[in-house]
């Protein structure tokens, strides 16, 4: 037996806050970290979805028969005989997507319905096999045609109300000195992680687990076991290793198909998405249309704020994308009006996408920001500057902290804002036009109830154990720093084991929120494990151990606008006769409270204004109203930003501390995102003198809109 001592050396100043690389970086890189897909089990079978042919209608016979007939193959799994489960439930984040539901009816709401699993002894035989399937419809009409004039769009209350209004907006408007009336679009993006999604099911000893690549386990426990109707602890989901998630790894087919066809079969079961499943199965961020109407006096004071968002969603599901969020807290005005409205069309559901709400409502927010600004004769900096709110715009709440302002002005003195002449079209570089532009960014900060497991070894070490999911951020490497700062060792006498849904309830790796609440539990229970030590006793073989549990501290916190910020810039080369638009250079730089590691999180910033540069120039998912379906789904048709459109980015951040938050630490995972495509499509109007109010900002675009042309 050995005696517990802290030990202060190197943690003098504390592991969080400097940089470190990621402690499962030698195991990743070697290839000895394994994700969902490549863990080996004995007995394993091979499941391979068959999705649906048509976009609407129902089946009317399925040739089981002949598939079963072929080799290897072990089940046929269809809505004729798979197991039952039940949808009516509320879970963790909300009512379950039925699309998750599989084999439940006859009933095909979009192209690309799960109708049937197939099994075998090989992924090969089981691919084949799904692939020969005949199936049957009976087709109907559909409809896949999103636009801004549907008139069946409905107001849904999700995780925010749908309508916000206050004032007279109308009224307002009349009075405004200058108005600004516009209406923008993004089109449907995807996910593109590069794991897809896996997940293997078996049966051991009674209890059920779930080997799988998801965003929380906690979560999935709670799905799986509420669809199946199966004690929570009967159950057990793994997930160590995430190759990407967005939002995407949550509850879906293939995870409910492999435990329904271990089920059936009392052996292991895989089930792999293939890239172009995962476009028809796994969830996207929906098309956008907005309208936005500034109305401003002489200085540029906002008098009337409105945004109204439109988003679609599937006929099985509500799922809306809450782009009228972002205004609701960036600017106040004294008629402020905000919607989020949806139309339902025979599409999957859409579902969350890095910065939900945030990536595409802050596009249409900041590009008329910038039009206002234009109009009123100002810089696009000091009228937002002018248009700072004391409180949350719509909650009368205080920030806890709002340090937008000095974002703005450490990124202008970095960025040479100053130098900028404000008029377009002036600066050339040979056949390139160039231009410069500004927007802001935000993300909310929340935290939810997370638990966490510390130990003290025998042998002098510590591990803790939290059921949080790495997804690629370094989470896991934030919480070994967090943890040896909260135990006053150094990291290196500290493991975190994560992703494991044995210990104990946590938060989702989602909203900007994963770190924030795992590093409070974990520092909770690093405090009540310190003080057990302080006590002196030895420690016995199997270690001391204490588990935290912060729901009530989380309840506790005073109410507040808790928020990341951040100002974006960006510079655009242009050539108006081959339509090619090169961002040239980024900044970001960011409030986003204390940074734990500011290696790992440069790149989250980073990776953020990068898929910006993607968003405004390149994705887009195109559906064709024929058949229902997406054209190109793969990532050879669906376009996404690669090293060559990627300039230098660089991103940074000013302090932003929040004295009455325990952790300090707010998001980062999303706010990168946030704003990068307002800033290069603004800079596009600086080059060139057009607006471009329509994502993404493509060659035939600007070719079609020329130079010195109003919008396109």
């Not at 669906?638 to 000013?654: G, M, S």
Request: glycine fraction near 10%.
């Amino acid at each position: 037996m050995t005696t517990a001592a802290t030990d202060t050396r190197a943690t003098a100043q504390g592991a969080a806050g400097t940089a470190h690389v990621r402690v499962e970086g030698r195991e990743k890189v070697t290839g000895a970290a394994r994700y969902s897909g490549e863990i080996p089990f004995a007995e394993l079978a091979h499941g391979w979805l068959a999705l649906s042919t048509v976009a609407r209608g129902r089946i009317q016979s399925l040739d089981a028969d002949s598939a079963l007939a072929m080799p290897g193959v072990l089940a046929v799994l269809h809505h004729g005989n798979a197991p039952r489960v039940d949808t009516d439930y509320v879970g963790m984040l909300g009512a379950p997507d039925p699309t998750c539901a599989v084999f439940q009816h006859d009933r095909v709401p979009h192209l690309g319905w799960p109708v049937a699993l197939v099994v075998a002894e090989t992924s090969e035989q089981a691919r084949e096999a799904a692939e020969s399937l005949v199936v049957h419809y009976a087709q109907q009409e559909h409809d896949v045609e999103f636009s801004a004039a549907r008139p069946e769009a409905r107001a849904v209350d999700t995780f925010i109300p749908a309508v916000v209004e206050k004032g007279d907006l109308e009224a307002e408007l009349a009075a405004s000195d200058v108005v600004v009336d516009e209406e923008y679009t993004t089109p449907e993006e995807h996910h593109g992680m590069m794991e897809p999604h896996a997940a293997t099911a078996r049966w051991d000893g009674g209890r059920l687990e779930l080997v799988d690549s998801n965003q929380g386990a906690t979560w999935i426990l709670g799905e799986i076991a509420n669809l199946f109707s199966l004690d929570p602890a009967s159950v057990r989901v793994r997930s160590e290793h995430v190759g990407g998630g967005f939002g995407s790894k949550g509850v879906r087919a293939h995870q409910v198909a492999a435990v329904m066809a271990a089920t059936v079969l009392q052996r292991p079961v895989r089930v792999v998405m293939t890239r172009r499943q995962m476009f028809y199965l796994t969830g996207y961020r929906s098309p956008t249309a907005h309208r936005l109407r500034l109305g401003a006096d002489a200085g540029g004071r906002l008098r009337a704020l409105e945004h109204r968002c439109l988003s679609l969603t599937s006929t099985v599901h509500e799922f809306v994308e809450p782009g009228a969020g972002p205004a609701r807290v960036m600017y106040d005005a004294d008629a402020h009006h905000t919607s989020n409205r949806v139309v339902p069309l025979d599409v999957p559901t859409p579902t969350f996408m890095r910065a939900p709400g945030e990536a595409p409502g802050a596009f249409a927010l900041e590009s008329a920001l910038d039009e206002l600004a234009e109009k009123c004769g100002l810089d696009p900096i000091e009228l937002r500057l002018r248009n700072e709110p004391e409180r949350g715009p719509v909650s009368g709440l205080p920030f806890s902290s709002r340090n937008l302002v000095a974002c703005f002005r450490e990124g202008a003195r970095r960025f040479g804002w100053q130098d900028r002449d404000p008029r377009p079209g002036l600066r050339r570089d040979g056949r390139w036009l160039l231009g410069t532009g500004t927007a802001a960014a935000s993300f909310s900060a929340g935290a939810q109830p997370s638990s966490a497991i510390a130990t003290a070894e025998a042998d002098g070490t510590f591990t803790v154990r939290i059921a949080a999911a790495d997804i690629g951020t370094g989470a896991r490497t934030a919480l070994t720093l967090v943890a040896a700062d909260a135990l006053q060792v150094p990291p290196d006498r500290v493991r975190v084991r994560i992703g494991d849904s044995d210990f104990g309830p946590a938060m989702v790796a989602g909203g900007s929120m994963g770190t924030r609440s795992w590093s409070w539990a974990v520092t909770a229970a690093a405090a009540e494990l310190r003080e057990r030590l302080a006590l002196g006793a030895d420690i016995p073989p199997e270690g001391v151990t204490v588990r935290s549990d912060t729901t009530e501290a989380v309840g506790a916190l005073a109410q507040k606008e808790r928020h990341s910020f951040g100002a974006q810039f960006a510079e655009v080369a242009v050539d108006v006769a081959t339509g090619e638009v090169r961002v040239r250079r980024m900044l970001g730089v960011f409030a986003a409270g204390r940074i734990i590691n500011p290696l790992t999180a440069r790149g989250q910033f980073v990776g953020g204004m990068v898929w910006g540069i993607s968003m405004a120039l390149h994705e887009e998912a195109i559906r064709d109203r024929a058949s229902g379906g997406l054209y190109g789904a793969d990532l050879a048709g669906y376009h996404v930003a690669t090293h060559a459109d990627v300039p230098f980015v660089e991103a940074d951040w000013v302090e932003d501390p929040d004295p009455e938050d325990p952790s300090g630490i707010k998001g980062i995972g999303e706010i990168g995102i946030v704003g990068a495509a307002a800033a290069i499509a603004n800079a596009v109007w600086h080059a060139t003198g057009v607006r471009h109010r329509h994502l993404p900002i493509r060659p035939d675009r600007v070719l079609a809109a020329g130079s010195g042309g109003a919008h396109a």
